[in-house]
C-alpha cells in the first residue's frame, strides 16, 4: 500500500483529537479571504484532500457548497460521519487520478498540506493538470505548501513529547533537506494501557516543491500563479520567505 495512504488510513479514527491543536478554521479564513480576494465570487467548491471532513465543514459554514475527496478511504468515512456533515458530497480519489465528474467548480482548494504528498514533479503535475479539468472558467486553485526553512527547523532535531501515560516521537529519516526533495518522517505515538503500551506507528513521505518548479509546472498544466502568500501558523505574511515563514498559500488560476 502507499505509505501516504497507509499513514492516514491508519489514523483516521483518531486524527482530529491528534491534530486538535491545528486551527482549521483559521486556514479556511485565509483560503476564503484569497477566494474573495482573487476569484469570480462564485461559491462551488471542491475541497481535495479533505480529509475528516474539517476544512469542508468550515468552507461550507462560510457560504461555500462543498464537494470533498480524499485518497484515504478510512478519512473520507470520517468526514460522512461529522456532525453537521449532512448534504455535503465526500467521494474517495487521489489528486492525481480523481473522481470522475468533477467539473464547474469556482475554487479548488487543498487544505493543510495534501500537495506536499505529492513526491514526484510529474505528480505534481497530474494533480494541477486534474485540478485545471476541475475549475469553471475564472476559477481559483488555492493550496498550502511547507517551506523548505519548516522542514529544516521542524526535524533538524527528533521532537520528543513524554506526558507520562503518551510518549510522542517525531523525526526525520531521510538526508537533510534540499530544494525539490522528498523529506520522510516517523512519527510514533505510545500510549500505556494498564501494564503493557499501545503504539501507534505513520510514515509522513512529504515533497517539498520549489517555487520554482511549482511555477513552472502550473504553466504546464494551463494554470497560472496569481498570488503567493507567507503563512507562519495561520498568519499570512508578504513577500513570502522560504526560509523564515512556515508555509506558502499559492493562489492559481486557469490560464
Ligand atoms: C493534513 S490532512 C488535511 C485534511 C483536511 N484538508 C483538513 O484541513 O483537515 C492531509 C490529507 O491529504 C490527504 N492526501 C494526501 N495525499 C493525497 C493525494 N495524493 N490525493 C488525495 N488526498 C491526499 C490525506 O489522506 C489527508 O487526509
Redo the contacts with the bound molecule.
Keep these: 500500500m502507499d505509505e ?2 497507509a ?2 488510513e491508519g489514523v ?1 479514527h483518531r ?1 482530529d483529537e491528534l ?1 486538535a491543536r ?1 486551527d ?1 478554521a483559521a ?2 479564513d485565509r483560503f476564503v479571504e484569497a477566494a474573495e480576494r482573487y476569484g469570480s465570487g462564485g461559491r462551488r467548491l471542491l ?10 465543514l ?1 468552507f461550507r459554514e462560510r457560504g461555500f457548497d462543498v464537494t ?5 478511504p478510512a ?1 473520507v468515512e470520517q468526514a460522512r460521519h461529522r456532525p453537521g456533515a449532512n448534504g455535503t458530497r465526500f467521494l474517495v ?4 487520478q ?1 473522481p470522475p465528474g468533477l467539473t464547474g467548480f469556482d475554487v479548488v ?10 513526491t514526484s514533479t510529474d ?1 505534481l503535475h497530474r ?1 494541477l493538470a486534474a485540478a485545471r479539468r476541475q475549475l469553471a472558467d475564472g476559477g481559483l486553485l488555492l493550496f498550502d505548501l511547507n517551506t523548505i526553512g519548516y522542514y529544516r527547523r521542524t526535524f533538524a532535531a527528533p521532537m520528543v513529547a513524554d506526558r507520562g501515560d503518551r510518549y510522542v516521537t517525531w523525526f526525520a529519516l531521510s538526508a537533510p533537506v534540499e530544494p525539490d526533495a522528498t523529506v520522510v518522517t516517523q512519527f510514533d505515538l505510545f500510549e500505556r494501557d494498564g501494564t503493557t503500551w499501545n503504539r501507534l506507528s505513520m510514515r509522513h513521505v512529504q515533497h517539498h516543491h520549489s517555487d520554482r518548479t511549482l511555477r513552472r509546472t502550473a504553466e504546464a498544466a494551463g494554470l497560472r500563479v496569481l498570488a503567493a502568500h507567507g503563512l507562519v501558523g495561520t498568519s499570512l505574511r508578504n513577500p513570502p520567505d522560504e526560509d523564515a515563514h512556515d508555509r506558502i498559500l499559492y493562489v492559481v488560476g486557469a490560464r
Design positions: 501516504t495512504l499513514a492516514y483516521a486524527y491534530n491545528m482549521t486556514l479556511v475541497d481535495a484532500g479533505c480529509g475528516t471532513g474539517r476544512s469542508s468550515a470533498g475527496y480524499d485518497l484515504s478519512m480519489g487521489s489528486l492525481q480523481p482548494a487543498c487544505v493543510d498540506v495534501p500537495m506536499t504528498y505529492l505528480d494533480a
